[in-house]
């Protein structure tokens, strides 16, 4: 939730300041795109949770090397 507070005022600061928000990179549009496709899979029954879980993680530790 504070996240998503702190992305709505840096949208707000840019607004303000004429600029328009900025466009998701490739990168990050796959990684929500993983994130989704294993949450709906989660919620369809088709894997459990510890499944979902260790799909997230290996989506977002993938990401920091």
Do not use: P
Request: glycine share 10%; net charge positive.
């Amino acid at each position: 939730l504070q996240g998503e507070e702190n992305r709505f005022h840096h949208m707000y600061v840019q607004f303000t300041a004429g600029l328009g928000i900025r466009q998701k990179q490739a990168k990050t549009i796959a990684i929500q795109r993983r994130i989704n496709n294993l949450g709906q899979r989660y919620y369809d029954g088709a894997i459990s949770a510890m499944e979902y879980l260790n799909g997230i993680s290996f989506t977002v530790a993938k990401q920091k090397k």
